[in-house]
């Protein structure tokens, strides 16, 4: 079961660069997510979809843009790349809004 | 807006022993879901255990339970016999109930657990 795939794993990024990053689920979860992680900040909320077609804005989705065209993928896009970008970004699914939450392996950008 | 705190930034147990982590949430809302999760130096992201709010009894999954006190807005985190397996980074979250186009997972800052040997 392939479940969450993240792309790629790591990334180095220049200040003012553009990149998508990938996420891809196998479950047919109508539900999923973009998330970052920085030290001593607990897992912050981007962006999330409750199906094809539908998305809305996180805590923190400055500087980030998201499409859902099928269900299975949810990518990420860093439209101008900053420093305050560098963290740990991770796509999460689940099947209904109560049910656990499976994660991608997560992708560490560096933005330099 | 909903809020998690985990007021322990560290804790430390030693292996077999009992550890409690602690975890309040804020929220307006009746009924919701709160979950614990387990992130281990691969940084994998597992969930551990979760309690539905309107479920009285606390949740168990083997060694792990929760002590669920809704009123007090508190839901922690029990670990028995702890094993070395058991060293990560920790984290309380928290969903309401969601419907419609709501469906936000709100963290705590995590609350990372050593168990040493």
């Known amino acids: 079961n392939a479940g969450v795939t993240q792309t790629p794993k790591f990334q180095v990024l220049k200040t003012g660069q553009s990149m998508t990053l990938q996420c891809a689920q196998d479950?047919?979860?109508?539900?999923m997510s973009w998330y970052r992680q920085d030290p001593g900040m607990g897992l912050r909320l981007i962006h999330y979809?409750?199906?094809?077609?539908?998305?809305d804005q996180g805590e923190v989705p400055n500087g980030y843009n998201v499409s859902r065209s099928t269900t299975e993928d949810f990518p990420l896009r860093l439209l101008s790349a900053a420093p305050s970008q560098t963290s740990v970004y991770f796509c999460?699914?689940?099947?209904?809004?109560?049910?656990?939450?499976?994660f991608g392996q997560g992708t560490r950008l560096t933005v330099v | 807006a909903q809020t998690v705190t985990q007021s322990q930034p560290e804790m430390s147990v030693q292996e077999a022993e009992t550890v409690t982590l602690s975890c309040t949430y804020d929220?307006?809302?009746?009924?919701?879901?709160l979950f614990w999760y387990k992130q281990p130096p691969s940084r994998q992201m597992i969930l551990v255990i979760r309690?539905?709010?309107?479920?009285?009894q606390n949740a168990t999954e083997n060694r792990f339970s929760v002590n669920f006190q809704k009123a007090a807005k508190s839901f922690s985190l029990k670990i028995s016999d702890s094993q070395l397996g058991d060293t990560a980074m920790y984290f309380c979250a928290f969903m309401d109930r969601g419907g419609g186009s709501n469906y936000k997972l709100t963290f705590g800052k995590g609350t990372l657990l050593t168990v040493n040997p």
């Open positions: 309690q539905e709010a309107y479920k009285q």
């Open positions: 999460a699914s689940s099947g209904t809004v109560n049910t656990e939450a499976f």
């Open positions: 929220t307006s809302e009746n009924n919701y879901y």
């Open positions: 479950m047919n979860h109508e539900y």
């Open positions: 979809s409750v199906g094809a077609g539908i998305t």
